[in-house]
Structures are given as C-alpha cells and as structure tokens.
C-alpha cells in the first residue's frame, strides 16, 4: 500500500502563491506518473498537472505558464508550485500516484484565494 502526504495548503490573497508538496512511502514513486488534482466545491474533481517518471509534464490550460509541477525522485515527493492564484482556483488538491494501472490518493490538502 502506498500512503501520500499532502502539505502546503493555506489561505492566500489573489495573484499571490503557494507550493505544495506531496511525499510517498514507496520507492515505486520513482518509475510513477504522479498528479495533482483539484476539487472546487459542487464540482468534479479535475487534472492540474502531471508528471511522468521522466520528467514530461503537462498541464490543463488554464494554469500553463502560472504552475509548475516538479518531483525529487530522491525524496519520493512532488511539488506544485502556484503563482498569480485565482479565488476560481480555490479547492482541495489531492496527490495522485499511478503506477501499473493503481492509483494511489492522498488525503487532500486545502488551498483558498480569496481577499
């Protein structure tokens, strides 16, 4: 079983920023396309961002050139890094790790823009 670790949350003004960070227990994070997702109140939770054990990310378009998605393959974590944040943006984002055809959640970690 593999746990995830989400941190970095918070409140934080429009057009301001935040990193969040997620740590797996499990070294196949190493060879895992790892994700963030979000989930807006009353709304389906959606793909932000991805990386594959290669370093190939992608992006919806909504956040290109704002978020940065990386991985420390040494420390089993992911980042998303979050600039110029919108209050449309606010959310709980979750960790997701895939691996053969598993996916893994973390627990979720809330991010809220507002003024």
């Known amino acids: 079983q593999v746990q995830l670790v989400e941190s970095g949350g918070g409140l934080v003004q429009p057009g301001g920023s935040l990193r969040l960070s997620c740590a797996a227990s499990?070294?196949?994070?190493?060879?895992?396309?790892m994700a963030w997702y979000r989930q807006a109140p009353g709304k389906e939770r959606e793909l932000v961002a991805s990386?594959?054990?290669?370093?190939?990310?992608n992006y919806i378009d909504s956040v290109k050139g704002r978020f940065t998605i990386s991985r420390d393959n040494a420390k089993n974590t992911v980042y998303l890094q979050m600039n110029s944040l919108k209050p449309e943006e606010t959310g709980a984002y979750y960790c997701?790790?895939?691996?053969?055809?598993?996916?893994?959640w973390g627990q979720g970690t809330q991010v809220t823009v507002s003024s």
């Open positions: 997701n790790l895939h691996w053969l055809g598993n996916k893994y």
């Open positions: 499990s070294s196949i994070f190493r060879v895992s396309v």
């Open positions: 990386i594959t054990g290669g370093d190939n990310a």
